[in-house]
């Protein structure tokens, strides 16, 4: 409840990345002003350039959170950030300047090759014991392996492997855990070596995308049940709600574009109900002849009342009431680019929900390229962050325009008493701008924590 009425965000920090671009520059981590009152509102403020090309920044954590409470000890003063491509984990120091960021170490992928059989590290969660850990794809190879990384919260090196046990999951991506239920639960994305390179619709049937969620037993550290969400299903971001007592929370499976209610059975294993499908659309003049929506992040808010989702294809952020979990209710919606847009190469010939094909979005006399993909919640609830870039291989795939013009940061403010969404006109941070040239912006993260870096014990 007190972080709910936590201080309104100034910046936010959010990873841009030159890989695929043609550009050859190394990645960065940028602070944006997110003040109203600030001179430098929706304005990068500060970049620090990764020492290496080629990283594909994407996720990041910190070096201590909610689940370290009371211990005063533990200062949020390092960010986490795993190189999805290189393998590299760079640890950024926020504590000495907050709003001019700078590199404290460099974890090298020679060591997490050689010290875990481990690559493609993605989510990074800092535990209560005060290590860090964070979760892989595959393994140095490329081939699948969905294990995970501890490094010492103190020193940063490498301590060695979390999971025990002979029985890994053959893929990883995300992962959530809560002591209080004794469980860790993982997802899956893919074989990281058939993602390099972009989307391929015959790895879907030769079996390289996830299809399971994955549980394990917190103590032992032991991969104990795999939960089947469908062939195709691509399960990515997954969220427990907030409050430590519950037993439950929603994945969001991207190619098959549902979401999922997952929760513990009465006889103490788990099991998971699809609760929300969107609907593909007949088209032409695209990749394939149904377009999935494409579930990309999907986060719940601090007081567990909304579930939020973007679908990168379609164009649209979702806000659904989740008072009753196993019923979400849609209660906002707004169109924010995507590729079902008027007057584009793609037409919509069936489609269960839309009457028609929805307008190019422009901010600020911009044409947005791409959909909306990460998001995040301010603390209140009232601000919803949104970045257009997936993953630069499939942003070049899907939308070339991304590669060429660079992505964005949109803002969308929030009805939190009926539910409801609308575009913040005022609000457009432009990374096509940037001084080495547009650039892919990625996820978005405040200095004091938020909805999907913090687990509550």
Aim: glycine share 10%; proline share 7%.
């Amino acid at each position: 409840v007190s972080v709910l009425k936590g201080p309104r965000e100034e910046i936010v920090y959010v990873p841009c990345i030159y890989r695929n671009t043609g550009r050859k520059k190394p990645d960065f981590l940028a602070t944006v002003d997110v003040s109203p009152k600030s001179p430098h509102y929706c304005q990068v403020i500060h970049r620090l350039p990764m020492p290496n090309l080629g990283d594909e920044l994407h996720h990041s954590g910190w070096n201590t959170c909610s689940s370290c409470f009371g211990d005063a000890t533990k200062k949020r003063n390092r960010l986490i950030l795993p190189s999805f491509i290189s393998s590299r984990i760079y640890v950024v120091d926020v504590g000495t300047d907050l709003r001019a960021p700078r590199l404290f170490k460099v974890v090298n992928s020679e060591d997490v090759f050689w010290k875990c059989n481990l690559g493609y590290p993605h989510t990074s969660h800092c535990l209560g014991s005060g290590e860090i850990m964070i979760s892989t794809l595959g393994d140095p190879a490329g081939n699948g392996k969905g294990g995970f990384i501890l490094l010492d919260g103190e020193t940063f090196e490498i301590k060695g492997n979390w999971e025990k046990g002979d029985k890994i999951p053959p893929m990883g991506y995300d992962f959530w855990y809560q002591p209080r239920h004794n469980v860790l639960i993982s997802t899956e994305w893919g074989i990281p070596k058939c993602l390099g390179y972009g989307f391929d619709p015959n790895d879907l049937k030769k079996g390289r995308y996830g299809r399971r969620i994955n549980v394990w037993d917190w103590t032992t550290h032991t991969y104990v049940q795999a939960i089947d969400v469908g062939e195709d299903a691509a399960p990515l971001e997954i969220r427990f709600l907030h409050n430590p007592a519950a037993a439950e929370g929603y994945v969001g499976c991207t190619i098959s574009s549902a979401i999922h209610r997952f929760y513990k059975t009465e006889q103490g294993d788990w099991a998971a109900e699809k609760v929300i499908q969107v609907p593909s659309k007949k088209v032409e003049g695209w990749l394939l002849p149904d377009m999935p929506g494409f579930i990309t992040d999907i986060l719940i808010s601090l007081d567990d009342r909304f579930l939020y989702f973007s679908n990168w294809l379609h164009g649209d952020i979702r806000q659904y009431d989740i008072s009753d979990t196993r019923k979400p209710k849609l209660v906002g919606q707004v169109f924010v680019g995507g590729s079902i847009t008027k007057g584009g190469p793609v037409t919509v010939c069936r489609d269960e929900e839309l009457q028609s094909q929805p307008d190019p979005f422009f901010i600020k006399g911009k044409k947005v390229p791409g959909g909306p993909q990460m998001i995040q919640l301010s603390l209140d609830g009232k601000r919803l962050y949104v970045t257009t870039s997936l993953y630069s291989a499939w942003d070049r795939q899907f939308y070339p325009d991304l590669i060429k013009d660079g992505s964005v940061m949109l803002q969308l403010d929030v009805d939190t008493e009926q539910g409801g969404l609308t575009v913040n006109e005022s609000f457009l941070v432009d990374f096509g701008k940037e001084p080495d040239g547009p650039c892919l912006a990625h996820e978005i993260r405040y200095p004091g924590g938020d909805c999907t870096s913090d687990i509550w014990v």
